[in-house]
Nanobody, 127 residues
Framework: QVQLVESGGGFVQAGGSLRLSCVAS????????MGWFRQAPGKERECVAA????????YYQDSVKGRFTISRDNAKSTVYLQMNSVKLEDTAIYYC????????????????????WGQGTQVTVSS
């Protein structure tokens, strides 16, 4: 099973920026669609952004559109989440997730679509 390791979380002031990274333990990263999810205390886990295997199809949750950018580097088996203009409500544990898609080049934004998850990285936004 592919392992995922997130990094880049931490403390950031409101209005600041943070970049999360997620490295997958596979050399065939380009057959997987990827997603970033987050879970705040007392809330359901939700999809923040998702990206297709090629990077050509991307989904963003409305609350992060224009502030967050998802991208991937298939040569490095890595997916990124650039978080700009962060808000207090962005505080959560952020998880990356992976789904085997083969040649299908679509994105997926439901938890059930993903089979592998990282351990999560905490992002805390302060005022």
């Amino acid at each position: 099973q592919v392992q995922l390791v997130e990094s880049g979380g931490g403390f950031v002031q409101a209005g600041g920026s943070l970049r999360l990274s997620c490295v997958a333990s596979t050399r065939t990263f380009n057959i997987y669609a990827m997603g970033w999810f987050r879970q705040a205390p007392g809330k359901e886990r939700e999809c923040v952004a998702a990206i297709s295997r090629s990077g050509g199809n991307i989904y963003y949750q409305d609350s992060v559109k224009g502030r967050f950018t998802i991208s991937r580097d298939n040569a490095k088996s890595t997916v990124y989440l650039q978080m700009n203009s962060v808000k207090l409500e962005d505080t959560a544990i952020y998880y990356c997730a992976l789904r085997l898609v083969g040649i299908h080049d679509g994105f997926h934004y439901t938890q059930e679509a993903y089979g592998s998850w990282g351990q999560g990285t905490q992002v805390t936004v302060s005022s």
